[in-house]
């Protein structure tokens, strides 16, 4: 069997155009991996492929879930297996493409079992992250130092995970990790492929990604979830709090951008860290090699 080629990387980097292109080249599918591009309703501020690109080559498991829908790493794990299946099925090539680490991880060592979601524990731990998120890290510490140099206090979907997992298991969850199988059937086929790019020309473009997004609509998206009182609070939405203090005449627009832009930086960051820890197979720094270079070289390689 071909490699499945698996590209991930930092938000904004280019990893869905460079996915596209490849495609072209092998005649492949595109599926997503990525927690925020699954929900409909978002594409605009979840940075989904545009019409264009769908066009383009044919893509998997984006916008397809309800904004109020929760999903855990286990069931993503099953459905990438199912649309590879398909795929494969097709005479295809599957891609892989998205910068959810966690589920680029899972899809290569497993999932433990009592990955399951309790949603009272979690809802719990939600609320008192809010009223004091520093008592819950030092609580990760203490259970989990291992994994607790992994995860930034501000990241609060993956300390919330991490204490929920502890309480529902007994186990913390470099432990879980540690005891877990490979779940998906590819876990040996899967060919990584980690881009990465010098912050100098990558917080360029993701300003200008986000000035975009202001442009394209991003603005009404936000409205209609709150018109509508959707509860997204599992998803890490980037801008959602900042457009929403706009709507309300708390801040001007260019403080919101200005806002959604560091915190954009910052989400970048913790995923270079995440993916500079995990093994992949081979890595292209984009400000040295060009795209259609990488395609080439990937070819070659399958």
Not at 55 to 76: C, D, M, Q, T
Not at 84 to 100: A, E, H, R, V, Y
Not at 237 to 243: A, D
Not at 270 to 281: I, P
Request: hydrophobic content about 35%; glycine content about 6%.
């Amino acid at each position: 069997m071909k490699k499945i080629f698996s590209i991930f990387g930092p938000t904004g980097i280019g990893k869905s155009n460079l996915a596209i292109e490849l495609a072209k080249k092998i005649d492949g599918e595109i599926i997503g991996v990525d927690s925020r591009q699954i929900y409909n309703g978002i594409p605009i501020g979840t940075a989904q492929p545009d019409s264009s690109q769908l066009n383009e080559v044919p893509h998997h498991l984006i916008g397809f879930r309800k904004l109020n829908e929760k999903i855990s790493a286990g069931e993503y794990v099953k459905l990438i297996d199912n649309k590879i299946d398909k795929i494969i099925q097709k005479n295809k090539s599957p891609i892989l493409c998205g910068g959810t680490g966690l589920y680029f991880k899972s899809l290569k060592d497993g999932i433990f079992e009592g990955s399951h979601t309790n949603e009272d524990i979690r809802s719990r731990l939600e609320k008192e992250y809010e009223i004091d998120k520093e008592k819950l890290f030092r609580s990760l510490q203490k259970i989990d130092p291992d994994y607790s140099n992994k995860v930034h206090i501000n990241n609060k979907k993956r300390l919330i995970r991490a204490l929920e997992v502890f309480e529902t298991t007994g186990k913390p969850m470099s432990e879980n990790f540690d005891a877990s199988s490979k779940n998906s059937r590819y876990a040996n086929d899967f060919y990584f492929v980690y881009l990465k790019m010098h912050n100098d020309l990558l917080h360029p473009r993701i300003l200008k990604r986000i000035q975009y997004m202001i442009d394209d609509g991003m603005i009404d998206e936000v409205e209609e979830i709150i018109k509508h009182k959707i509860n997204i609070s599992h998803i890490d939405y980037i801008g959602f709090k900042e457009i929403s203090s706009f709507l309300n005449k708390e801040i001007s627009i260019n403080e919101a951008i200005e806002n959604i832009f560091v915190r954009t930086r910052q989400y970048a960051k913790r995923q270079k860290k995440w993916f500079n820890v995990n093994a992949y197979d081979i890595s292209f720094d984009l400000g040295e090699i060009s795209k259609n270079d990488i395609v080439d070289k990937l070819i070659q390689i399958n």
